[in-house]
């Protein structure tokens, strides 16, 4: 158990929804990452934050987006869902050594 | 062409062999490697960390980084079937305190007991 928690485990949506991923980081961690895996892009980065701000931004989609909240947990908000962001999400947290990341179980998302 | 290339096998292995994983990349850049192991449907879970060319030991494991060739690997002694998933390469550059973990595909390994 990394310490970091993800919810819900699984959703499933449809076409056109919006959705909300919740993510609680390492007790202490500041910073918390977001990752996307799919069958045909493995692991990716989406987005980090650092203490309630933007840190770093990947390939992340303009219908996404996140933030990351006073008592540090985030939220990954995904919207106008397509079926090709059917994925595993992955959320993972780190202390002040930003390359030893955590890596929570992941929420796994099917768009119908 | 991918910044991070991995072998995604499968790699199928007696139980007690020595496994090679390797990973090569292009971006000179990188700085940080780690290898992460991925059992099905779980999250990653981070086996070792090294910033430096050489060995860097730990138990069975051990992991190696040629900055030269651009070339890292994992070896792992001794495997046990326990050791069975997927193991995934990351690199990263140092950026102050933005991060983002470059993956490899993967390595699908099977230990056979």
């Known amino acids: 158990d990394s310490g970091v928690t993800q919810t819900p485990k699984h959703l499933i949506t449809a076409t056109g929804q919006r959705v909300t991923l919740r993510c609680s980081p390492r007790s202490g961690d500041l910073s918390v990452y977001w990752y996307q895996q799919s069958l045909d892009q493995g692991l990716q980065f989406l987005i980090q934050y650092y203490n309630g701000e933007e840190r770093a931004k990947g390939n992340i989609l303009e219908r996404f987006s996140a933030q990351q909240f006073p008592d540090l947990h985030s939220e990954l908000n995904l919207s106008s869902l397509e079926l090709g962001d059917s994925a595993l999400y992955f959320c993972?947290?780190?202390?002040?050594?930003?390359?030893?990341?955590?890596f929570g179980p992941g929420t796994r998302l099917t768009v119908l | 062409q991918k910044e991070v290339e991995q072998d995604p096998g499968p790699l199928s292995v007696p139980e007690g062999a020595i496994v090679s994983l390797n990973c090569t990349y292009s971006n000179s850049a990188f700085q940080y490697f780690m290898w992460y192991r991925q059992y099905s449907r779980k999250g990653p879970e981070l086996l070792m960390y090294?910033?430096?060319?050489g060995n860097k030991e730990d138990g069975r494991f051990t992991a190696q980084v040629d900055k030269s060739s651009k070339y890292i690997s994992l070896f792992i002694r001794d495997s046990q079937p326990s050791d069975s998933a997927t193991y995934l390469c990351a690199m990263t550059i140092d950026s102050g305190s933005a991060r983002q973990l470059t993956f490899g595909s993967g390595t699908q390994l099977t230990v056979l007991p």
């Open positions: 993972a947290s780190s202390a002040t050594s930003y390359n030893e990341q955590f």
């Open positions: 090294t910033y430096s060319s």
